[in-house]
């Protein structure tokens, strides 16, 4: 019997997929809980790096937006989620920030993407110091230094009214999850 390759439901590989998310000089690392299954590894790495992702961080709970999922994390659930903020020493190493003045001048010589991108302005793993609290301790440290500015859209009201800090995407992460099966 032959069987013709399009009836046939390729394999799909599964992976686990985690987001850093930055606002201000924290970081937040989530992991979804759930994996994800992708034809290959390249589909996997376009959907990913394409997906916009970002989180709102409230006192009771984090609000992860990626694609077009909605993900309520709350404070216990911490095998989801870390945060961790800039150490000192990084902004010793990074200076002031650029003015536009500085900005232009870069620009008017050429020299802005030298800049920006050199190991200087370039933050590591190394750069950051791991918080040992939960969402809601990181809320109280935010909410010392300003007043939160961003709310869930209306669509989302029923889940919270509460303001709270925006987390944009900086990175992602898939690691393939071994040992799970793959389907046919």
Do not use: C
């Not at 909605?70 to 920030?97: M, V």
């Not at 440290?141 to 709310?151: D, G, N, R, S």
Request: proline share 3%; no cysteine; aromatic share 14%.
């Amino acid at each position: 019997m032959l069987i013709r390759l399009k009836e046939v439901r390729g394999i799909n590989e599964k992976y686990k997929t985690s987001y850093g998310l930055q606002y201000d000089a924290w970081e937040l690392i989530i992991r979804l809980p759930d994996w994800e299954e992708y034809d290959s590894e390249e589909e996997a790495k376009r959907i990913s790096e394409n997906r916009m992702v970002s989180a709102l961080l409230t006192a009771d709970a984090i609000f992860v937006f990626y694609g077009q999922e909605l993900l309520k994390i709350l404070p216990e659930q911490t095998e989801f989620y870390r945060f961790s903020f800039i150490r000192e020493e990084a902004y010793e190493r990074l200076g002031a920030p650029l003015s536009q003045d500085d900005m232009d001048s870069l620009i008017e010589r050429d020299m802005l993407e030298e800049v920006i991108f050199s190991s200087r302005y370039i933050l590591t793993e190394e750069d950051y110091t791991e918080f040992k609290g939960n969402l809601t301790e990181v809320y109280l440290e935010l909410h010392e230094k300003e007043a939160p500015a961003y709310q869930l859209s209306p669509r989302f009201q029923g889940e919270s009214r509460e303001f709270g800090y925006l987390f944009e995407s900086i990175w992602y992460q898939l690691d393939l999850v071994k040992g799970a099966g793959h389907g046919y």
